[in-house]
């Protein structure tokens, strides 16, 4: 995509991830399950954070995570998402800019702090994730940079965000800003909690023709087509959408587009330690092979390194170089 200054800008909730080594005392004394996932309001956010250890800090979010992953393999990438103007906020950005993304969203006061997931790791490996949306979930269209997103060859958008309305209304501008451009836009369905609320709206977008690149698992595009098979499913969107890609775990990825599909196995991995992030990574070594103009099957094998890479170990950044485990499929 030689006419653009970025490669993929992808637009998401900005979440600070606080990781903090603790002990199974610690989550009683808490009050807290472990292993589990929950939604907490910013004064808990605050009270739990002050009774925390020493923590390590890392710009989180799906859709940026993606924005970190593409950066990673070598092409260029942008990040819009909401953060205020805190500690936290002015850590996000520096963390993620350090990355190589672009993200140049100023911080904005609605009253709510930066969010973060508070991640509390016991001994033997579980997480225990309490998640402060905050800001994050007060993106307006306001703060969008038209011209950084005519200038993206493919707009990258998470369907987490569709969930508040002020950043729906900015997502739907987006997207008319990038088809207006003749960009791509890619989507992704992010959870198959996301598609049962959303459905009508996601399905209303597809149909609309306003997304070129559909992004889901086996779940969520079953939910999609609300039926229990996944071939069947393919069937139902492959031609609603440029290209389809469909996720399944450690029985690969497939991807349909414009007639052609193309089967990959899933990447090996010695051992997987944690899989938060693996769809992200997914997402951004397809796009990075699409920016590139690479095939069907090389976008996918490109996203299947990326997803192994980062479920080997903790966290849903990598570790590793990409490009160097990509070899010559980027050389």
Same mark, same amino acid.
């Given at each position: 995509?030689?006419?653009?200054?970025?490669?993929?800008?992808?637009?998401?909730?900005?979440?600070?991830?606080?990781?903090?080594?603790?002990?199974?005392?610690?989550?009683?004394?808490?009050?807290?399950?472990?292993?589990?996932?929950?939604?907490?309001?910013? #004064?808990?956010?605050?009270?739990?954070?002050?009774?925390?250890?020493?923590?390590?800090?890392?710009?989180?979010?799906?859709?940026?995570?993606?924005?970190? %992953?593409?950066?990673?393999?070598?092409? /260029?990438?942008?990040?819009?998402?909401?953060?205020?103007?805190? &500690?936290?906020?002015?850590?996000?950005?520096?963390?993620?800019?350090?990355?190589?993304?672009?993200?140049? @969203?100023?911080?904005?006061?609605? !009253?709510?702090?930066?969010?973060?997931?508070?991640?509390?790791?016991?001994?033997?490996?579980?997480?225990?994730?309490?998640?402060?949306?905050?800001?994050?979930?007060?993106?307006?269209?306001?703060?969008?940079?038209?011209?950084?997103?005519?200038?993206?060859?493919?707009?990258?958008?998470?369907?987490?965000?569709?969930?508040?309305?002020?950043?729906?209304?900015?997502?739907?501008?987006?997207? #008319?800003?990038?088809?207006?451009?003749?960009?791509?836009?890619?989507?992704?369905?992010?959870?198959?909690?996301?598609?049962?609320?959303?459905?009508? !709206?996601?399905? #209303?977008?597809?149909? %609309?023709?306003?997304?070129?690149?559909?992004?889901?698992?086996?779940?969520?595009? &079953?939910?999609?087509?609300?039926?229990?098979?996944?071939?069947?499913?393919?069937?139902?969107?492959?031609?609603?959408?440029?290209?389809?890609?469909? @996720?399944?775990?450690?029985?690969?990825?497939?991807?349909? &587009? /414009?007639?052609?599909?193309?089967?990959?196995?899933?990447?090996?991995? #010695?051992?997987?330690?944690?899989?938060?992030?693996?769809?992200?990574?997914?997402?951004?070594?397809?796009?990075?092979?699409?920016?590139?103009?690479?095939?069907?099957? &090389?976008?996918?094998?490109?996203?299947?390194?990326?997803?192994?890479?980062?479920?080997?170990?903790?966290?849903?950044?990598?570790?590793?170089?990409?490009?160097?485990?990509?070899?010559?499929?980027?050389?």
């Amino acid at each position: 995509m030689t006419d653009c200054r970025l490669d993929v800008l992808c637009i998401g909730n900005a979440i600070v991830d606080v990781i903090s080594d603790t002990t199974d005392a610690f989550l009683d004394q808490e009050g807290l399950t472990k292993g589990s996932m929950r939604l907490i309001d910013a #004064e808990e956010a605050e009270r739990l954070y002050s009774h925390m250890g020493p923590a390590r800090e890392i710009s989180g979010g799906s859709a940026a995570n993606t924005a970190a %992953g593409v950066a990673a393999l070598g092409a /260029r990438a942008g990040f819009i998402g909401q953060v205020a103007p805190d &500690q936290l906020g002015a850590f996000y950005k520096h963390d993620l800019t350090a990355t190589g993304v672009e993200f140049t @969203t100023e911080p904005q006061d609605f !009253g709510q702090p930066t969010a973060r997931s508070m991640v509390l790791v016991t001994p033997d490996g579980h997480r225990t994730m309490n998640t402060f949306l905050g800001a994050a979930q007060h993106l307006p269209s306001s703060v969008l940079d038209e011209e950084q997103i005519r200038s993206a060859g493919i707009l990258y958008l998470e369907g987490y965000l569709w969930d508040p309305e002020t950043p729906r209304y900015a997502m739907v501008r987006a997207i #008319e800003v990038a088809r207006e451009a003749g960009r791509k836009v890619a989507f992704t369905l992010s959870d198959s909690f996301c598609v049962d609320r959303h459905r009508d !709206g996601f399905n #209303e977008l597809i149909d %609309g023709g306003r997304v070129d690149i559909l992004f889901a698992n086996e779940d969520e595009i &079953q939910a999609m087509a609300g039926v229990a098979h996944v071939e069947t499913a393919v069937d139902a969107f492959k031609n609603k959408v440029e290209t389809l890609v469909v @996720t399944r775990s450690e029985k690969g990825a497939l991807a349909t &587009q /414009r007639g052609e599909r193309a089967d990959v196995p899933a990447a090996p991995v #010695e051992k997987v330690v944690d899989t938060t992030g693996a769809g992200d990574l997914f997402a951004a070594g397809f796009l990075a092979g699409q920016a590139k103009g690479l095939s069907l099957e &090389q976008s996918l094998k490109l996203g299947s390194i990326a997803a192994a890479e980062v479920i080997s170990h903790y966290g849903a950044r990598p570790e590793a170089d990409l490009k160097a485990l990509a070899g010559d499929i980027v050389a």
